[in-house]
């Protein structure tokens, strides 16, 4: 059974990066049936996903993150990332990785998720 | 690239279906069948509960199903129970992945 889970720092500065890790257990992020994904949750409000990246490298993100977000894949690791810049309060959310296959296009395995705030 | 439309809260008794509607456009919802659907304890993970509009994974129970028409996707819960009351999210995929605002389902 495939297991995600996030993993840094809790609190972020203003107008600095977020960054964040997924570390897949129980699979393999360069198998080539599935998308990994970034999606996330502002406190009290609704789920907006971020973007996934694929094995090659491929990546796909929200048109309204896009400029400030990256997702990069550590295939060594089994690992993949993502970064967030020029933060502001409103980016404070509980951020989840989630896997999501090719042919179902719906994450179906998600990490717990983590709370990442941003203040001063 | 809007957010999919849902009620804010429906509710029920025990033993009732409730359904709960997902309204998008001929660009997300009306154009393709992924569409998914996920349940929502407070504090935990979304669960996928339907996907490609009515399948439901292994282990979920068959009291959840999905439809759709038109540009409008539905959830339906037959009998409720008291562990039903959750949050629910709809989601489309159209080249990118868009959700609901999420419907607060309450079990009276």
């Known amino acids: 059974q495939v297991q995600l889970q996030e993993s840094g720092p809790g609190l972020v500065k203003p107008s600095e990066t977020l960054s964040l890790t997924c570390t897949v257990s129980g699979g393999s992020v360069s198998s080539d049936s599935y998308y990994w994904n970034w999606i996330r949750q502002p406190p009290g409000k609704g789920l907006e996903w971020i973007g996934y990246?694929?094995?090659?490298?491929?990546?796909n993100y929200n048109p309204s993150l896009k400029s400030r977000v990256t997702i990069s894949l550590d295939t060594s690791k089994n690992q993949f990332s993502l970064k967030l810049s020029s933060v502001t309060a409103a980016d404070t959310a509980v951020y989840y990785c989630?896997?999501?296959?090719?042919?179902?296009?719906?994450?179906?395995?998600w990490g717990q998720g983590t709370l990442v705030t941003v203040s001063s | 690239q809007s957010a999919l439309t849902q009620p804010a809260s429906v509710s029920g008794s025990p033993g009732q279906s409730i359904t709960i509607a997902c309204t998008g456009t001929?660009?997300?919802?009306?154009?393709?069948?992924?569409v998914s659907w996920y349940q929502q304890n407070p504090g935990k993970a979304p669960k996928l509960i339907i996907y490609?509009?009515?399948k439901r994974p292994s282990g979920v129970s068959n009291r959840f199903s999905g439809s759709k028409s038109g540009n409008t996707a539905s959830l339906t819960i037959s009998g409720v129970q008291p562990e039903d009351e959750a949050a629910y999210y709809c989601?489309?995929?159209?080249?990118?992945?868009?959700f609901g605002g999420g419907t607060k389902l309450t079990v009276l």
């Open positions: 989601c489309s995929y159209a080249g990118s992945f868009v």
């Open positions: 990246i694929y094995y090659t490298g491929s990546t």
């Open positions: 989630a896997r999501d296959s090719t042919s179902t296009a719906a994450p179906d395995h």
């Open positions: 001929s660009s997300d919802v009306g154009s393709y069948n992924f």
């Open positions: 490609e509009g009515s």
